[in-house]
């Protein structure tokens, strides 16, 4: 009966003995593997057990994580200008009366197409005609009274010359006591009322000169007055208002119909100061509609001078439209092409944070640990994204980098950008 608590308590030391003292020969063949390599490395020198001891954890690969990496290479990245704007038609004018009538043409409605030289409202011309008649006339009387002042002063030239040919005479006379002081004085009044003559004759025919040109103003005056009562368009397009109503009374500035053009269009946009020196004139430039249509288009305008208000600069793109699908005032996701840079293409779902809440990508270094690379999202599409802040080539994690952090030890499986 002795026995049992002996040998229990040689037990006892026995367990406690493996617990403690030979934990790791219990751990190794609780997991099968050899009892003898402790007794082995024991019989060893320090140096090769030592080697041995490290060369298991060199064959299981220290435990590393397996991940997916992309090989991606930098490409050239056509970092566009990204804008928002509207569309504006190139031409739009409100026709207006320069004259007071009545309407007697019948109206046109809103949405018709119009040429240039078309007929849009047409006014009663009243009594314009005959004034026009009364004009012509006065400058044909005007034009006839011209040979007359011309004679006139032919014949005031004239009697100045005579004038002063007997002024001459007499003085002569005079002088060899021929002739009397009476005659030599009444010579030369004669002298002078022929020079006041001719300075008349002038006069008047300076006078049917101004006359002959007033009756040309009247008659242009009038030939204005009647062009006015007919209003044209003045180039093609569509009519955005119905045209004034046939008799309806219109006066000077009253309007008469709206005119667009939308063939071509422009999308008009603002750049900020900042991004302004790399909009240049004759880039290209793609435009995304409220609608979801997409048209492509050339810069044509970039402002010189910045709006006061928002300090940007306005951009017009020039786009064609000959359907006239592209509507006035549509709201425009503009993007106008820009000096390339170099950037990657990746899935966005690599994208990561860092313990400190900072964007960027987890990618494999040269000694197969985890590495943490921040970027600059540059553009977002539909089959990736667009970042820059790597290097020229990175193995980047695409699948399980959510799992490992920075210095983890992982076993990458590698595929290339195109697969």
Known sequence: MKLIPLITAILVSLGLYYLVIQRDTLLAFSRGEAAQAPLESAAMPPEQATQAEAAPSEISGENRIGVVALHSKAQ??????????????????????????????????????????????????????????????????ARANMPVSEARLDEANAKLNEAKINLTASEKLSAGGYTSETKLAASRAAERAAVAGV?????????????????????ATARKEIERLTILAPFDGLLESDTA????????????????????????????????????????????????????????????????????????????NPDLAIRDGQTANIAISAQGSSAHKLPQS?????????????????????????????????????????????????????????????????IEADQ
């Not at 409202?121 to 009387?141: F, M, N, V």
């Open 199 to 219: 300075a008349s004759a002038r006069g008047g025919l300076e006078t049917a000169r101004a006359g002959i040109e007033s009756a040309i103003a009247a008659v």
């Open 76 to 141: 050239v990245f056509d970092s566009a200008v990204i804008l928002r704007g509207m569309t504006q038609a190139v031409r739009q004018v409100e026709l207006r009366a320069e004259t007071s009538s009545t309407v007697i043409s019948e109206p046109l409605r809103k949405g018709v197409q119009v040429a240039k030289g078309d007929v849009l409202c047409k006014l009663d011309p009243g009594t314009r005609p005959a004034a026009l008649l009364e004009a012509q006339a006065r400058l044909s009387e």
């Open 245 to 320: 109503e046939l008799g309806s009374l219109v006066l000077p500035g009253d309007h008469c119909a709206t005119v667009i053009q939308l063939d071509t269009i422009k999308v008009v946009g603002f750049v900020p100061e900042t991004q302004v020196n790399r909009v240049i004139l004759g880039a290209s430039a793609q435009a995304e509609l409220a609608t979801g249509a997409q048209v492509q288009g050339k810069v044509t305008f970039v402002s010189r001078s910045a709006d006061p208000a928002t300090r940007t600069f306005e951009v017009e793109i020039s786009v064609a």
């Open 350 to 414: 690599a994208l990561t944070l860092n313990k400190d809440g900072q964007l960027g990508l987890r990618i494999v270094r040269p000694d197969q640990t985890v590495g943490f690379a921040p970027v600059r999202l540059l553009r977002d599409e539909a089959d990736g994204v667009w970042v820059a802040g790597l290097p020229e080539t990175a193995d980047v994690i695409i699948t399980g980098q959510d799992y490992v952090i920075s210095g983890v030890a992982v076993a990458p499986s590698y």
